[in-house]
């Protein structure tokens, strides 16, 4: 168990709709990632939010947001969903988010299935 | 940005043989390495990194080395176990500054299968 908790693990939804993913890091980390695993895709990191603050943006979708809120949770949120968006999303947390040196610690993952 | 090449894309060896992965990475500024070992439908789980100021590192099984002027490392795992058996992934983040903070960027991964 690395510490990092995301909620629901799994999630079935339509096309069109929207849906909210939660990640709690590990006690004492600041930063958290998103990564999304398709088949396809492989790892592709989302964002990351440092303290509150957004850090780093990598291939997210305009329809893709995300925050961290005071206590350090982050929600993803994902709309106007389309098939292609099937996949694993995976939420990692590290202690600091300056330097990219430190090692970031996965959540188990939501699989979300557009139908 | 940064660009993370891996080979093979699978493994097959028997227990006991010794495997070994290859990453290739495009940023000069990246300065540390982490491989993951990713077992079907779970958490990728670093298993091992090493950053740019060393050449090689060991713990147990698994060594990583690290050629920062031909700019790839190598996963390398001897005596081989069956529960060896799942996705290998290597990574790279580039140095601070900028919006690379800690982004890591993945590899293909390598599927690596130990036969008893």
């Known amino acids: 168990d690395s510490g990092v908790t995301q909620t629901p693990k799994h999630l079935i939804t339509a096309t069109g709709q929207r849906v909210t993913l939660r990640c709690s890091p590990r006690?004492?980390?600041?930063?958290v990632y998103w990564y999304q695993q398709s088949l396809d895709q492989g790892l592709q990191f989302l964002i990351q939010?440092?303290?509150?603050?957004?850090?780093a943006k990598g291939n997210i979708l305009e329809r893709f947001s995300a925050q961290q809120f005071p206590d350090l949770h982050s929600e993803l949120n994902l709309s106007s969903l389309e098939l292609g968006d099937s996949a694993l999303y995976f939420c990692?947390?590290?202690?600091?988010?300056?330097?990219?040196?430190?090692?970031?610690?996965f959540g188990p993952g939501t699989r979300l299935t557009v139908l | 940005g940064e660009n993370v090449e891996q080979h093979p894309s699978t493994l097959s060896v028997q227990e006991g043989d010794s495997a070994v992965i290859k990453c290739t990475y495009s940023?000069?500024?990246?300065?540390?390495f982490p491989w993951y070992k990713q077992e079907l439908g779970k958490r990728p789980q670093l298993i091992i990194d090493?950053?740019?100021?060393?050449g090689e590192k060991k713990d147990q099984r698994i060594a990583v080395t690290l050629n920062k002027t031909a700019k790839h490392f190598s996963l390398h795992i001897t005596e081989t176990q069956p529960e060896d058996s799942a996705v290998y992934f290597c990574?790279?983040?580039?140095?601070?500054?900028?919006?690379?903070?800690?982004?890591?960027?993945f590899g293909q991964g390598t599927i690596l299968t130990v036969h008893p």
């Open positions: 990692a947390s590290s202690v600091e988010g300056l330097g990219g040196n430190n090692e970031q610690f």
């Open positions: 006690s004492g980390d600041l930063s």
């Open positions: 939010y440092y303290n509150g603050e957004e850090r």
């Open positions: 940023d000069s500024a990246s300065n540390y």
């Open positions: 090493i950053r740019s100021n060393v």
């Open positions: 990574a790279a983040t580039p140095n601070a500054g900028g919006t690379s903070y800690g982004k890591l960027t």
